[in-house]
C-alpha cells in the first residue's frame, strides 16, 4: 500500500490527471533460477509496452536479479515498515491528543475565571449601592484554627528554640 504522502508527491511530479506511475518497485518470485536471471536480464531498459494510447508508454521496465535474496527478507522488511508507520502516526495522535487536551483545559479555566469576574462584578454592583467607600479590592477572610499547646510540647519547644540560639 502507497503512502499518501508519497502519493501526493507521486502525482504532483507526474503532471498527468491519470496519476503517472502507481509503484516505485515491485518484487517477482521464480521457482526456476536460471528463468529468473534470464528474464531480468532480457526486460532490463526495454519499454513496458509499445501502444501509444497506453499510460505506461515511454516507460521502461528497470528489472535486477537479486542474488542471495530471500522472499523472507522482503516480508520481513515489508512488516518492519508497517510497523514503524503505524508507530510513527500513534505518536502523532497522542501529541495531538495531549495539545487538544491542554486547549481544553485553559478554554475551561478561561471560561470559570470570566465566571468569577462576572459574579465579583455582580457584586461590587450590588455592594456600591450600598458602601461606595470601599475598595474595589475583595479582601478574604480565611478562619483560622488555634495551636494546639500540650504541656510536653513546651518542654520540647524550649530545648529545640535553646540550641538554636
Known amino acids: 500500500e502507497e503512502d499518501k504522502s508519497a502519493r501526493k ?9 491519470s496519476g503517472g506511475k502507481r509503484y516505485k518497485e515491485g518484487w517477482i518470485e521464480f521457482v526456476d533460477k536460471k528463468l529468473a536471471k534470464r528474464l531480468a536480464a532480457s526486460l532490463n531498459n526495454t519499454p513496458i509496452t509499445n501502444h501509444k494510447r497506453s499510460v ?37 495522535m497522542m501529541h495531538a491528543r495531549k495539545e487538544n487536551q491542554a486547549y481544553s483545559s485553559l478554554v475551561e479555566a478561561g471560561k470559570t475565571m470570566d465566571r468569577i469576574q462576572e459574579r465579583r462584578s455582580k457584586k461590587r454592583k450590588n455592594n456600591e449601592g450600598a458602601e461606595e467607600s ?18 510536653k510540647d513546651r518542654s520540647a519547644k524550649k530545648v529545640v528554640l535553646s540550641s538554636l540560639v
Do not use: C
Open 56 to 92: 505506461h508508454f515511454g516507460d521502461l521496465w528497470s528489472m535486477k536479479y537479486l542474488s542471495r535474496f530471500q522472499w523472507a527478507h522482503l516480508t520481513e522488511k515489508v512488516a518492519y515498515e508497517r510497523r514503524v508507520r503505524e508507530q510513527r502516526l500513534r505518536i502523532e
Open 9 to 17: 508527491r507521486r502525482r504532483k511530479a507526474s503532471g498527468s490527471n
Open 134 to 151: 470601599k475598595s474595589s479590592q475583595v479582601k478574604r477572610r480565611f478562619k483560622q484554627n488555634k495551636p494546639v499547646e500540650d504541656k
